[in-house]
Nanobody
């Protein structure tokens, strides 16, 4: 089993920045696991934001590329999402996801991941 806990959400004005953190733990966790960030806005489906594999290779959704940066500290078993130039349309609940496989075919697809956190809210005001 893998436990996933997000933190770092909050409220910010448009143009501001936030950094989300995600800590993975448990007997089933390995630094070789694939990890990703997803988000879900009210009334919308959950969507992939960014993902990273054990080597540090990253994938980004077009809507956040150039503004968000995903990174991982393997020593701390922690995943980060640095969000800059935030827009009101970035407002959503943000979820961290972990997959046991070291490689996935579609890094931003929900069904590629087995373990999910409870989410952390990000609100961007105009």
């Amino acid at each position: 089993q893998v436990q996933v806990v997000e933190s770092g959400g909050g409220s910010v004005q448009a143009g501001g920045s936030l950094r989300l953190s995600c800590t993975a733990s448990g007997s089933g966790y390995s630094r070789h696991h694939y990890m990703g960030w997803f988000r879900q806005a009210p009334g919308k489906e959950r969507e992939g934001v960014a993902a990273i594999d054990f080597s540090g290779a990253t994938t980004y959704a077009a809507s956040v590329k150039g503004r968000f940066t995903i990174s991982k500290d393997n020593a701390k078993s922690t995943l980060y999402l640095q969000m800059n130039s935030l827009k009101p349309e970035d407002t959503a609940m943000y979820y961290c996801a972990v997959e046991e496989r070291p490689w996935v075919q579609w890094p931003l697809r929900l069904d590629e991941y087995n373990y999910w956190g409870q989410g952390t809210q990000v609100t961007v005001s105009s």
